[in-house]
């Protein structure tokens, strides 16, 4: 926390109220300033955890004290009084440090629990030295054989140096080669049917297509999502024969704060009965989906089954992993499935990010055509910034698993009143959180927003970026964003790829794409439980949120802060304006790949597009 040493920490984080804390801190930064950190200081640490252990706290009670105290002003009579997570964190590391075995990794289990899953893991922001990386990659080391000693792994932190990866294939079309049509002819109809569980690829597609591809086309989109979400994207089903179908009414029971899985297992159902129910959908919609030119599938993939008994072509567009929402004892058989639906020349299967098309790449052996997500009905609106939003930085987190970054930024400005000022929630925005029409617009008049990702594929980022909104980021996003479905290790059935890719010397498997990297495509554990940090950080390169342009990342909350307070409105403005340069060009790209997409569908033949990939 170098770029932050002349700010003074929040007592939550620095501890400097508690004399035991305040001493302790003196030993952990002589052994720091010796190089001999996280060895020691032994006896010190040890006297920590035993005072710890001793008042009969464990580590909920903490972290649950931390929470709270997090959340007080310092300018209360009544201060929450806490255990110093931060600093139990850094003794819990240096009695790891000289374990090992199963000793050691209960150690790192305790400092990990501490951390929350990242939820606490503002260490680079205290004079504290333990980082959650190192405590990670030890944690999750294999056990030494026979008991034996065993060495510490170090993490250092770089930069994420994104891939020079095109955020839209190159295609071409040998179809161009034959005679065009004339002038003057009638463009061509393209009717599209829509459904699926999450609309947000659907009401991208949907917008596209409808108001995007020009006069060479008549589309009609016929909307029929059953999304909790529909709404916001234009695409809810007016059909009920749609709903009766699929919308298993427990899904639709929406909490307070739902989220994308919300009524993941009444999903699963839906798919365990696919068979049953695309044969009913066919019966029930064959006179009047006659017409239609192709059926779009997105969220998830597994529901292009339902319409298998059509025989007419499929588009599937993804921001998942094809075995999102799929029981696991039908996965070997949808993936064989999939490959058959994505190499059927009237079919045409496109992966939203590249990240997603290495993971494609690694479940199926099928290297996709990348298109990426726009954001298209947001960039409509401009950064502007106005009123009193125009002072503020809008904080853009996810409130159930992130909840503390927000209020740990209002400590630093309550510490430090030097620093950037005002700072607001995304859920504290009343046209937001009232879903009003006009909320885009209000996002938009902020003077810059502050994203602390919870995934790789991040749409709230993607919105944002789109109207022109200066981002910041944290440069170690990697440690946070790889904690949903896409990284979910269950959802990747690394088994599965291995036994079809046993078979990847056989030279009949000329379909088949090599692996090329040193890591399956995810990092965390089973369940999102941990995070392999070292995989984690090789996988952020794949990610929009490193492949973006003219972004901005900081190191700390002080550093974040700093950056805000000496950024002037003509860098900002610099920056925005390169955004919506980045924006319209690729929407430029995306709206003439979609073209090609549609002509060849039109014409049957989809191999007749050439993707460089």
């Known amino acids: 926390m170098s770029s932050a040493l002349a700010w003074i920490i929040p007592e939550v984080l620095s501890c400097n109220s508690s004399w035991e804390f305040r001493e302790y801190q003196l030993y952990v930064q002589d052994s720091v300033e010796h190089g001999l950190f996280p060895e020691e200081p032994l006896e010190a640490s040890s006297a920590v955890i035993g005072s710890w252990l001793g008042k009969g706290l464990n580590v909920q009670a903490t972290f649950d004290r931390f929470a709270e105290a997090v959340k007080v002003p310092t300018s209360s009579d009544s201060p929450a009084e806490h255990d110093c997570l931060p600093g139990i964190v850094t003794a819990l590391t240096v009695l790891a440090r000289r374990s090992s075995g199963r000793e050691r990794r209960q150690l790192l289990a305790m400092a990990e629990g501490l951390l929350f899953f990242g939820s606490t893991d503002v260490l680079s922001s205290s004079p504290w030295p333990a980082r959650r990386a190192e405590i990670l990659a030890n944690l999750l080391r294999p056990l030494p054989p026979d008991g034996g000693e065993e060495s510490w792994t170090g993490f250092e932190h770089v930069p994420v140096m994104p891939v020079l990866l095109p955020f839209v294939s190159e295609v071409y079309s040998l179809a161009a080669l034959a005679p065009k049509l004339p002038a003057g002819a009638e463009p061509r109809r393209f009717r599209l049917w829509l459904t699926d569980q999450h609309s947000v690829s659907s009401g991208e597609i949907a917008e596209i297509f409808s108001k995007r591809l020009g006069g060479d086309f008549a589309v009609r989109v016929e909307r029929q999502s059953v999304s909790l979400y529909c709404r916001y994207h234009g695409?809810?089903?007016?059909?009920?024969?749609?709903?009766?179908?699929?919308?298993?009414?427990?899904?639709?029971?929406?909490?307070?704060?739902?989220?994308?899985?919300?009524?993941?297992?009444?999903?699963?159902?839906?798919?365990?009965?696919?068979?049953?129910?695309?044969?009913?959908?066919?019966h029930l919609f064959q006179s009047r989906l006659r017409t239609v030119s192709a059926f779009l599938c997105t969220i998830p993939s597994y529901w292009c089954l339902l319409y298998k008994h059509f025989r007419k072509p499929i588009l599937g567009v993804m921001d998942q992993p094809i075995f999102l929402f799929v029981p696991p004892a039908l996965r070997p058989q949808w993936l064989l499935q999939f490959r058959e639906l994505a190499q059927d020349s009237r079919n045409l299967f496109v992966c939203h990010t590249a990240f997603l098309q290495?993971?494609?790449?690694?479940?199926?052996?099928?290297?996709?055509?990348?298109?990426?997500?726009?954001?298209?009905?947001?960039?409509?609106?401009?950064w502007r910034p106005g009123g009193e939003a125009a002072r503020a930085a809008l904080v853009v987190t996810q409130p159930t698993t992130r909840p503390y970054f927000l209020p740990l930024l209002r400590r630093f400005q309550e510490a430090n009143p030097g620093l950037f000022s005002e700072l607001v929630g995304l859920e504290e925005v009343p046209s937001w959180r009232e879903g009003r029409s006009?909320?885009?617009?209000?996002?938009?008049?902020?003077?810059?927003?502050?994203?602390?990702?919870?995934?790789?594929?991040?749409?709230?980022?993607?919105?944002?970026?789109?109207?022109?909104?200066?981002?910041?980021?944290?440069?170690?996003?990697?440690?946070?964003?790889?904690?949903?479905?896409?990284?979910?290790?269950?959802?990747m059935e690394d088994d599965l790829a291995a036994s079809f890719r046993a078979k990847e010397g056989d030279p009949e498997r000329t379909d088949w794409e090599p692996w090329r990297h040193p890591y399956p495509p995810h990092c965390a554990t089973v369940g999102l439980r941990h995070l392999h940090p070292k995989r984690c950080a090789y996988w952020a390169s794949f990610s929009d949120l490193a492949r973006l342009p003219h972004m901005e990342y900081f190191d700390s909350l002080p550093d974040l802060l700093m950056k805000l307070r000496d950024v002037d409105d003509e860098e900002l403005q610099r920056r925005s304006w390169a955004m919506r340069s980045f924006q319209a060009r690729t929407t430029r790209e995306v709206v003439s790949f979609w073209r090609l997409a549609v002509t060849s569908i039109l014409d049957g033949d989809t191999s007749r597009l050439v993707f460089v990939l």
């Open 438 to 491: 006009d909320r885009y617009k209000r996002l938009a008049e902020h003077r810059a927003a502050i994203i602390f990702p919870y995934d790789v594929h991040f749409v709230k980022l993607l919105e944002l970026y789109s109207m022109g909104i200066p981002i910041f980021l944290p440069s170690d996003f990697y440690m946070w964003a790889f904690t949903w479905t896409i990284s979910d290790s269950s959802v």
């Open 235 to 282: 695409v809810c089903f007016t059909d009920g024969r749609v709903g009766r179908l699929l919308r298993h009414p427990r899904i639709y029971e929406i909490r307070p704060g739902a989220g994308f899985l919300d009524g993941f297992e009444q999903v699963e159902r839906v798919s365990r009965d696919m068979g049953k129910l695309s044969r009913e959908f066919h």
């Open 358 to 382: 290495e993971q494609v790449a690694w479940q199926t052996g099928l290297r996709l055509p990348v298109a990426r997500y726009l954001a298209v009905k947001t960039d409509r609106w401009r």
